[in-house]
T-cell receptor, first 118, second 113 residues
Framework: DAGVIQSPRHEVTEMGQEVTLRCKPI?????LFWYRQTMMRGLELLIY????????DSGMPEDRFSAKMPNASFSTLKIQPSEPRDSAVYFC????????????????FGPGTRLTVT | AQSVSQHNHHVILSEAASLELGCNYS??????LFWYVQYPGQHLQLLLKYFSGDPLVKGIKGFEAEFIKSKFSFNLRKPSVQWSDTAEYFC???????????FGTGTRLLVSP
C-alpha cells in the first residue's frame, strides 16, 4: 500500500485566499483524522471521521475551516479565507477501528502539507 | 476526559547515554498506548504500542516501553541512544471504544555525537 497520501506537499498562498488540502487514506481504513502542527501549539486534532461521518470537530479553530469526506477514499480540509496564523503543517492520518484487534487504533500518518499564508 | 502528560519537553543526551522519557495518562478504563516518533521534517511514525498482555513492549530501533497500570504510566526507554535518534517523541492514548488518539505535547530529544 502507498500509505496515506496528501496533496499538495507545500502550499504558499496570500491572506484571504481559499486553500484546499487533500487526503487519501489507506485503503480499508474506516477512520480519518486531520491534525495541525505548529511550534507554538504542537500537534492538534482538528476533526476526525468514522465511516465517512464527522465524529468530533471540536478542534476546528473557527468557521473558516471546513472538512468533508465524500467517500471512503478521499477527504478535504478547506480554509476560506486563509490567514497568516493558519500557517502550519497539516497532517492527515487514517486507521481501522472496531475489531478489537491490536492493530486497531494505530494511526498511519501522511507526509503532511506545509501551508504558508503570507 | 483523557489526557496525556509528557513532563520532559526537551532532553539533551550524548551518544551511548541511556534514555527514559516519561508519559502519564489519565483515563480510568482500558487503554491502548502508543509512542510515535517524528524525525526532523518528517511525519509521525509508530515506535511501539501496548494493547494488552506483557506490559513491557519492545518496538523498533531498540526502543521499549513499560506499561505500569498502577502509576498510569508508559515510559519510553532505550539503553544507548544514537545521534540518529534525534527527533520529537509523542506519547498517545486511546480507550477501548474511542477512535481518536489523545497525544501528549511531545519531547524533543537531541543526541550529540
Amino acid at each position: 500500500d502507498a500509505g496515506v497520501i496528501q496533496s499538495p506537499r507545500h502550499e504558499v498562498t496570500e491572506m484571504g485566499q481559499e486553500v484546499t488540502l487533500r487526503c487519501k487514506p489507506i485503503s480499508g481504513h474506516n477512520s480519518l483524522f486531520w491534525y495541525r502542527q505548529t511550534m507554538m501549539r504542537g500537534l492538534e486534532l482538528l476533526i476526525y471521521f468514522n465511516n465517512n461521518v464527522p465524529i468530533d470537530d471540536s478542534g476546528m479553530p473557527e468557521d473558516r475551516f471546513s472538512a468533508k469526506m465524500p467517500n471512503a477514499s478521499f477527504s478535504t480540509l478547506k480554509i476560506q479565507p486563509s490567514e497568516p496564523r493558519d500557517s502550519a503543517v497539516y497532517f492527515c492520518a487514517s486507521s481501522f477501528s472496531g475489531r478489537g484487534l491490536s492493530r486497531d487504533y494505530e494511526q498511519y500518518f501522511g507526509p503532511g502539507t506545509r501551508l504558508t499564508v503570507t | 476526559a483523557q489526557s496525556v502528560s509528557q513532563h520532559n519537553h526537551h532532553v539533551i543526551l550524548s551518544e551511548a547515554a541511556s534514555l527514559e522519557l516519561g508519559c502519564n495518562y489519565s483515563y480510568g478504563g482500558t487503554v491502548n498506548l502508543f509512542w510515535y516518533v517524528q524525525y526532523p521534517g518528517q511525519h509521525l511514525q509508530l515506535l511501539l504500542k501496548y494493547f494488552s498482555g506483557d506490559p513491557l513492549v519492545k518496538g523498533i530501533k531498540g526502543f521499549e516501553a513499560e506499561f505500569i497500570k498502577s502509576k498510569f504510566s508508559f515510559n519510553l526507554r532505550k539503553p544507548s541512544v544514537q545521534w540518529s535518534d534525534t527527533a520529537e517523541y509523542f506519547c498517545a492514548v486511546t480507550g477501548t471504544g474511542f477512535q481518536k488518539l489523545v497525544f501528549g505535547t511531545g519531547t524533543r530529544l537531541l543526541v550529540s555525537p
